[in-house]
Nanobody
Framework: QVQLVESGGGLVQAGGSLRLSCAAS????????MGWFRQAPGKERDFVAA????????YYADSVKGRFTISRDNAKNTVYLQMNSLKPGDTAVYYC???????????????????WGQGTQVTISS
């Protein structure tokens, strides 16, 4: 069983930065592919980024490429999402996911995920 707890959300102005964290319980964190999704009001939940557990390969949605960076610290059981050059369109609840027996490049298209966090609100003002 893995529990995921996101933090780091908040209200920032457009152009600003935030770093989200997702702390995971469990001793096998390093074997999980970790991902970030977001859901804006009235919209579907969308893939943001994912990072592999083998070589830390990272994958991003086109909308965030060049602005967001996903990273992980297996010693701290934590995955991060550094968000720069934020836009009002980035406003959403951001969720962390964990998957075993998959590759990071497949996270965006998986129908289900092994574990979800409770989400953290990110609001970008114009």
């Amino acid at each position: 069983q893995v529990q995921l707890v996101e933090s780091g959300g908040g209200l920032v102005q457009a152009g600003g930065s935030l770093r989200l964290s997702c702390a995971a319980s469990g001793r096998t964190f390093s074997y999980y592919v970790m991902g970030w999704f977001r859901q804006a009001p009235g919209k579907e939940r969308d893939f943001v980024a994912a990072i592999d557990w083998t070589d830390n390969s990272a994958y991003y949605a086109d909308s965030v490429k060049g602005r967001f960076t996903i990273s992980r610290d297996n010693a701290k059981n934590t995955v991060y999402l550094q968000m720069n050059s934020l836009k009002p369109g980035d406003t959403a609840v951001y969720y962390c996911t964990a998957d075993r027996f998959t590759a990071a490049k497949h996270v965006a298209v998986k129908a289900t995920h092994d574990y979800w966090g409770q989400g953290t609100q990110v609001t970008i003002s114009s």
